[in-house]
């Protein structure tokens, strides 16, 4: 495996469900994101972790739960998620989490909640 | 609230011919980046402009960067069918050297036709 990469690609899930995303880099970068891709706003940026601390989380609410175990894994927990909250799921990763470094993302989890 | 605004939002365009995308932003940065995306995969890191006045210049495609106007553009020459996808720009309204939290455009679907 190469770059970023996240699992599951597509996730159907009911509002009472509990689920879990996974991204993994193997670029030994130390700055991992989530962003949320939906259809009729612009990528947003969701939560950072640096060096496994999270450092940033851009008023997500709290049925978004992340997990940043070790520099190379990031999850998103998600519970008792809303049908508006159907998106794509974009994990990144950079060099440091530092001004100017490029982000590298992965393919997404295409979500869909009913 | 730092908004980032692209134009067009949809272009379509025929081979050969030469186009601009512009980027304008609301509050200062001397952060921008430039991004592709695919139908159906992930962004791919097209650009990072550090600096007023920077430029940069990769194959068809040609990016600059003017902080004073906050205006970012993104030149296409002699255009190709495989230059077809969205392309995104993102400002980093992170403050100062130890942070980077992306901003982005709405998008800019760019077809470019036989």
């Known amino acids: 495996e190469t770059g970023v990469t996240q699992t599951p690609r597509h996730l159907v899930m009911g509002m009472t469900n509990k689920k879990s995303l996974k991204c993994e880099q193997h670029l030994g970068h130390n700055a991992m994101y989530w962003y949320k891709q939906s259809a009729k706003k612009p990528l947003e940026l969701m939560f950072v972790y640096s060096l496994e601390e999270r450092v940033e989380n851009n008023s997500v609410p709290s049925r978004f739960s992340p997990e940043c175990p070790n520099s190379s894994h990031l999850f998103l927990h998600l519970h008792t998620l809303q049908p508006e909250d159907s998106a794509l799921y974009l994990c990144?990763?950079?060099?440091?989490?530092?001004?100017?470094?490029?982000?590298?993302f992965g393919p997404g989890t295409r979500l869909t909640v009913l | 609230e730092l908004k980032v605004e692209q134009n067009p939002l949809f272009l379509s365009m025929q081979e050969g011919k030469n186009y601009t995308i512009y980027c304008n932003y609301s509050t200062t940065s001397d952060r921008l980046y430039w991004y592709r995306q695919d139908p159906g995969k992930s962004l791919e890191s097209l650009f990072v402009?550090?600096?007023?006045?920077a430029v940069k210049q990769e194959g068809r495609l040609m990016a600059s960067l003017d902080t004073k106007a906050r205006l970012s553009t993104l030149h296409i020459t002699a255009a190709v069918h495989d230059l077809s996808a969205t392309y995104f720009c993102a400002v980093d309204k992170g403050q100062g050297p130890g942070a980077q939290k992306l901003v982005f455009g709405q998008g800019t679907r760019l077809t470019i036709n036989p």
């Open positions: 990144a990763s950079s060099q440091q989490w530092a001004a100017g470094d490029e982000q590298f």
């Open positions: 402009l550090l600096s007023n006045g």
